[in-house]
């Protein structure tokens, strides 16, 4: 091809060419057909894409929040931990399903197809899954990380161009949202356990309360019911005692009295209480512990116990004129008036005497409860100190959880505040209105510049490895020898009609 001077021989490559003009001629037009083939029938592809910026927290450090990097020179050694947090299945599927993607009839037969092979598989899992592996190759190719900055940019290419912008926007949100969830999972963590520490040591402080409400109820009853005896009036109060002691074994010899007098009598007149009698009865008992209590406090001069004295007769009369109205009738006959008016005088003493052992008993009881309140004091200043202790400890852990449950809640709502300095969408995604695709005019070139070089490619090999002489010079130089004549290519007359026939 080239002369012995460095020159490029034209001859030569006009001759070249010549001999081979179909290989550079088929090849650019098939590589035009081609590219125009693709133009007319691929469709348009539309890409829409998103800018996230991340920053520092100016109120957390940079080693407390996840995806904040400490140098904007640091976003390629994040690309990995990005890319998988973006290509994570919960990422996509959440993706996805905000976008509204609905299965393809395509994915709906590769999914019963898997289906049939795994009977235990779940359609609707399979068909996520068929999902995520479409759009998970589109989100990778879309990423792109600068070497130095602190930006990474999302793209999504697609057909439609409302699916591209609402993959872009949903993946940006979607990315943000679990980043912010990643920053926050150890303060959110550390609060629910605060705040279910706290439930349960509130609980407990309400019990302890109660414990100690109830332990002081206790003894303000007890107090209720011992002061009226102290050191004072303790002697004077068993002095009463044995009082009531010596008028019940009066009344008791009165007793003794009437049932002899009585005799077999006293077993065959039998009294039958009226309602009326029952119910004065039972204020003559009340009456008569009133008195009892007031007596270990007040003077029997006093208006007050001489007032209750006075209705404890009343009473009294009026029981015994009921039971003498209404008891002796139905009573067999062939008894006296004097065993009846006996009769009624036993039941009265059987009466008196019964209000005297209860007024024996308040007093021996007031005197046992005031004792035994000595004895407990003790005890009970130590249990209620135990108890205030508790209290005490319990509502000190209440406190601490409620001022670092706040203090959590205060950093939660700070790190959520703080989002956008964090993770800023500089660039928003946006709704293509042109197809991000080649022109017709330059794809065709490139095609036909393409075909043209393959055939240019192809006639050099071919000349490379061809042998054979073209030329006179090719003969000299190669063999060293003169070449004295040549033969010129013989005509044997035949007509190009001729060649053609015989050819068929």
Request: with cysteine; net charge neutral; charged share 25%.
């Amino acid at each position: 091809m080239a002369q012995p001077g460095g020159k490029l021989d034209l001859r030569r490559l006009l001759q070249i060419a010549k001999r081979w003009k179909w290989l550079l001629v088929v090849p650019p037009i098939v590589a035009l057909i081609g590219a125009y083939y693709y133009v007319a029938t691929t469709p348009p592809q539309y890409t829409s894409s998103a800018k996230i910026v991340l920053g520092n927290n100016p109120y957390i450090a940079p080693d407390m929040v996840a995806g904040v990097v400490k140098s904007k020179n640091k976003m390629v050694d994040m690309r990995e931990n990005i890319t998988a947090q973006l290509l994570s299945r919960s990422c996509l599927a959440e993706v996805i399903k905000r976008s509204g993607i609905k299965a393809s009839q395509g994915i709906r037969e590769r999914a019963n197809e898997i289906l049939k092979a795994q009977s235990d598989g779940n359609e609707e899992a399979i068909v996520q899954k068929l999902q995520i592996d479409w759009l998970a190759p589109k989100v990778e190719t879309g990423l792109f990380f600068p070497k130095r900055g602190d930006y990474f940019q999302i793209s999504i290419t697609h057909t439609d161009p409302e699916l591209a912008y609402a993959l872009t926007r949903n993946l940006a949100e979607v990315f943000i949202e679990e980043s912010l969830l990643a920053e926050g999972a150890g303060p959110r963590a550390t609060l629910v356990f605060t705040n279910q520490q706290l439930e349960i040591y509130t609980k407990q402080l309400e019990e302890a309360r109660e414990r100690l409400r109830q332990f002081r109820t206790g003894l303000v009853r007890e107090k209720t019911r011992s002061f009226y005896v102290d050191t004072q009036n303790e002697p004077q109060i068993n002095t009463q005692i044995k009082t009531i002691q010596a008028d019940i074994a009066s009344k008791q010899g009165q007793l003794r009295d009437l049932d002899n007098q009585l005799g077999l009598a006293k077993e065959k007149i039998a009294f039958q209480f009226s309602a009326k009698a029952a119910e004065l009865r039972e204020q003559l008992n009340e009456k008569n512990s009133n008195v009892a209590l007031l007596m270990v406090q007040l003077n029997w001069r006093d208006p007050q116990i001489l007032k209750i004295n006075q209705d404890i007769a009343d009473l009294r009369e009026r029981l015994q004129q009921e039971i003498q109205a209404v008891s002796p009738i139905g009573l067999t006959t062939g008894f006296s008036q004097q065993d009846l008016s006996r009769a009624v005088q036993r039941q009265m003493a059987l009466i008196d005497l019964e209000m005297l052992n209860r007024q024996k008993a308040t007093l021996e009881n007031l005197v046992q409860t005031y004792k035994q309140s000595l004895t407990q004091q003790p005890g009970q200043d130590l249990q209620e100190s135990q108890l205030q202790n508790e209290v005490n400890s319990l509502q000190d852990k209440v406190s601490s959880l409620r001022e670092e449950s706040q203090r959590l809640q205060m950093r939660e709502a700070l790190q959520s505040s703080d989002s956008e300095i964090r993770y800023k969408v500089q660039d928003p995604a946006n709704r293509p209105i042109t197809p991000t695709t080649a022109d017709q005019p330059k794809t065709l070139l490139m095609a036909f510049l393409g075909g043209l070089g393959f055939g240019i490619g192809l006639v050099y090999l071919i000349e490379f490895f061809d042998n054979s002489f073209k030329s006179v010079e090719d003969v000299e130089q190669v063999l060293g020898l003169t070449v004295l004549g040549t033969v010129p290519k013989m005509d044997f007359g035949e007509s190009n009609r001729a060649k053609r026939e015989a050819a068929v």
